[in-house]
T-cell receptor, first 115, second 113 residues
Framework: GAVVSQHPSRVICKSGTSVKIECRSL??????MFWYRQFPKQSLMLMAT?????????EQGVEKDKFLINHASLTLSTLTVTSAHPEDSSFYIC???????????FGSGTRLTVV | SQQGEEDPQALSIQEGENATMNCSYK?????LQWYRQNSGRGLVHLIL?????REKHSGRLRVTLDTSKKSSSLLITASRAADTASYFC?????????????FGTGTRLQVTL
């Protein structure tokens, strides 16, 4: 089945630094990937749609200059949290879809803690 | 914005019992999907039901969809301790090249021995 690999699973960084999170589709090509953010005991909020070879589409209220998305190949999308602050601490999850009735395959998530 | 509302928010049952979770949504959809999330992990796709379908089964899972009421239910029969997790419904809506998912608030299911 479709597998999405996300790295790192956990990262702790200092305030003001940048963190890059990778999302790879291992056995299929994903022209579109999605990035979500999840706070503790809450639901997933879509941050942006990552499109291979073009600019990402951001949801309302998400700062594109703070959350940089690069989808340079059909199997890799990256999310960079720039100048991270403690309020950026959260669980970030990516996903991609094969289409049809397969639903979406999610990465295992990245727990970001900014100190 | 968050579209789906699920109830109950939390559900505690004993192993062997059935668990029913409900999901309501507000706008038109192409499909509705259910996902499972273990604590601190990614989501696992359980089942997808299209807007023109009313019921679907997969193993111990049974999903219904009522588009007139904009609601869906997920039934897990003969629950097991390993079913303990959070369950989310998500509605799919085509927006050009990709179908965006909007997640419900989730139901935290606890199955005890």
């Amino acid at each position: 089945g479709a597998v999405v690999s996300q790295h790192p699973s956990r990262v702790i960084c200092k305030s003001g630094t940048s963190v890059k999170i990778e999302c790879r589709s291992l056995d299929f090509q994903a022209t579109t990937m999605f990035w979500y953010r999840q706070f503790p005991k809450q639901s997933l909020m879509l941050m942006a749609t990552s499109n291979e070879g073009s600019k990402a589409t951001y949801e309302q209220g998400v700062e594109k200059d703070k959350f940089l998305i690069n989808h340079a190949s059909l199997t890799l999308s990256t999310l960079t949290v720039t100048s991270a602050h403690p309020e950026d601490s959260s669980f970030y999850i990516c996903s991609a879809s094969l289409g049809g009735d397969y639903g979406y395959t999610f990465g295992s998530g990245t727990r970001l803690t900014v100190v | 914005s968050q579209q789906g509302e699920e109830d109950p928010q939390a559900l505690s049952i004993q192993e062997g019992e059935n668990a029913t979770m409900n999901c309501s949504y507000k706008t038109s959809i192409n499909n509705l999907q259910w996902y499972r999330q273990n604590s601190g992990r990614g989501l696992v796709h359980l089942i997808l039901i299209r807007s023109n379908e009313r019921e679907k089964h997969s193993g111990r899972l049974r999903v219904t969809l009522d588009t007139s009421k904009k609601s869906s239910s997920l039934l897990i029969t003969a629950s097991r301790a390993a079913d303990t997790a959070s369950y989310f419904c998500a509605t799919g809506r085509n927006t050009g090249t990709a179908s965006k998912l909007t997640f419900g608030t989730g139901t935290r299911l606890q199955v005890t021995l």
